[in-house]
């Protein structure tokens, strides 16, 4: 399984920015997808993740009505809209899988560690101007 995030750049304080996660190889639907951030001196940082069929949410409180992350299943994507965007969003961005059974369609606080995941991709720099 390969991912690839995209979609960074640099915004102002207040701005949007939407990453996208591309997954390969197909199918794609039995991964949950979380995203990551990593700012300069400081450890990876779990901000959100949904589930297989994208029923379940759950996002780190600092994002919490900031972000929304969404699927495409169809396209193999994740996206995260990143709103009212400040500048300690600056981060580089990642996103990761972690494979599961279909009967397991919900995430929660436990999907916060990277170690339940099982395959990641390169980041994609975020840069918030104040």
């Known amino acids: 399984v390969q991912l690839q995030a995209s979609g960074g750049g640099l915004a102002q304080t207040g701005g949007s920015l939407r990453l996208s996660c591309a997954v390969s190889?197909?199918?794609?639907?039995?991964?949950?997808v979380g995203w990551f951030r990593q700012a300069p001196g400081k450890e990876r940082e779990f901000v959100a993740v949904?589930?297989?069929?994208?029923?379940?949410?759950y996002y780190v409180d600092s994002v919490q009505g900031r972000f929304t992350v969404s699927r495409d299943n169809a396209k193999n994507t994740v996206y995260l809209q990143m709103n009212s965007l400040k500048p300690e969003d600056t981060a580089v961005y990642y996103c990761a899988a972690a494979e599961r059974d279909y009967s397991t369609d919900y995430v929660s606080f436990t999907d916060e560690s990277p170690d339940k995941y099982d395959y990641w991709g390169p980041g994609t720099q975020v840069t918030v101007s104040s």
């Open positions: 949904i589930s297989w069929s994208g029923s379940s949410t």
């Open positions: 190889p197909r199918p794609f639907g039995r991964y949950a």
